[in-house]
T-cell receptor, first 118, second 109 residues
Framework: DAGVIQSPRHEVTEMGQEVTLRCKPI?????LFWYRQTMMRGLELLIY????????DSGMPEDRFSAKMPNASFSTLKIQPSEPRDSAVYFC????????????????FGPGTRLTVT | DAKTTQPTSMDCAEGRAANLPCNHS???????VYWYRQIHSQGPQYIIH???NNETNEMASLIITEDRKSSTLILPHATLRDTAVYYC??????????FGQGTELSVKP
């Protein structure tokens, strides 16, 4: 298995531009998570999906951030317009969610996208 | 907020056991103890988790005290590749992973 795939690995953009980060979860996994990591705030959960449905987006910082999961094998995190304070490493993770137990197994993280907004 | 307390950093000699402590004095009966680690420039990696019994897998052992207020992650024979930040996380079934600052473990030759 290739693991969780994220693209691009690095993104440099100017303030005000739209940024789209992409994630392909592990095949067969039905939960997907977006995290952001900065030195100041550490690793924060932004949003997560179960079976392509957003369950909790309370970590999304503001309306400039949006996430979609159109199918089981693809998700995007979009920032529009981007600001310098959005500079961070963004991680996508996936896991297997069991409806019967209402719980997920361990999360598998991708390599991250390092975003720099100038 | 993270519900765990970990030392900021620790050193360990290569080949020796690394014992990483974690305090979680407010843990509830339905909450699990999870350990993840993050090697520099990589995404976090799951290590092990437990509820109240000690657990062991190919990576590590998890020792949870009887009152469940603290735990220790043991890497039996640390290698240089085990240098990483180790996160202890308390999580209820179905709950979110909330990462704290973790312990930065340096394995030295």
């Amino acid at each position: 298995d290739a693991g969780v795939i994220q693209s691009p690995r690095h993104e440099v953009t100017e303030m005000g531009q739209e940024v789209t980060l992409r994630c392909k979860p592990i095949s067969g996994h039905n939960s997907l998570f977006w995290y952001r990591q900065t030195m100041m705030r550490g690793l924060e959960l932004l949003i997560y999906f179960n079976n392509n449905v957003p369950i909790d987006d309370s970590g999304m910082p503001e309306d400039r951030f949006s996430a979609k999961m159109p199918n089981a094998s693809f998700s995007t995190l979009k920032i529009q317009p981007s600001e310098p304070r959005d500079s961070a490493v963004y991680f996508c993770a996936s896991s297997l969610y069991e409806l019967g137990t209402g719980d997920s197994y361990e999360q598998y993280f991708g390599p991250g996208t390092r975003l720099t907004v100038t | 907020d993270a519900k765990t307390t970990q030392p900021t950093s620790m050193d360990c000699a290569e080949g020796r056991a690394a014992n990483l402590p974690c305090n979680h004095s407010t843990i509830s009966g339905n909450e699990y103890v999870y350990w993840y680690r993050q090697i520099h420039s990589q995404g976090p990696q799951y290590i092990i988790h437990g509820l109240k019994n000690n657990e062991t897998n190919e990576m590590a052992s998890l020792i949870i005290t009887e009152d469940r207020k603290s735990s220790t992650l043991i890497l039996p024979h640390a290698t240089l590749r085990d240098t990483a930040v180790y996160y202890c996380i308390v999580r209820p079934r179905g709950g979110k992973l909330i990462f704290g600052q973790g312990t930065e473990l340096s394995v030295k030759p």
